[in-house]
């Protein structure tokens, strides 16, 4: 299993970044798939998951809601994150990972930073 997110980076408040991880080494369209946080001195926090049945059926936290977006390519094997609306609680590093709402196999990370 391959896992390597991009996209992170430095945004203000209330803006937008799309994170992206390509998926290798399984069967992408067999698989929920999942993108979890860690902030800085905190645990690993589930952010979304989409499932492989009914064209992906999105699943978000309550801290994200109605803010991001997951979505996937499988003819791609790609997984996506729209995240708008951020703010500063929202930096972390972003992985994405096989399954649903699991952290295990995940990918290396990008880093979000949301600041002015």
């Known amino acids: 299993v391959q896992l390597v997110e991009s996209g992170g980076g430095l945004v203000q408040p209330g803006g937008s970044l799309r994170l992206s991880c390509a998926a290798s080494?399984?069967?992408?369209?067999?698989?929920?798939m999942t993108w979890v946080r860690q902030a800085p001195g905190k645990a690993l926090e589930w952010v979304s998951s989409?499932?492989?049945?009914?064209?992906?059926?999105?699943y978000y936290s309550d801290s994200v809601k109605g803010r991001f977006t997951i979505s996937r390519d499988n003819t791609k094997n790609m997984l996506y994150l729209q995240m708008n609306s951020l703010k500063p609680e929202d930096t972390a590093v972003y992985y994405c990972?096989?399954?649903?709402?699991?952290?295990?196999?995940r990918g290396q990370g990008t880093q979000v930073t949301v600041s002015s």
């Open positions: 990972a096989k399954g649903f709402k699991t952290n295990y196999p």
């Open positions: 989409v499932t492989l049945i009914g064209g992906g059926i999105p």
């Open positions: 080494g399984f069967t992408f369209a067999n698989d929920a």
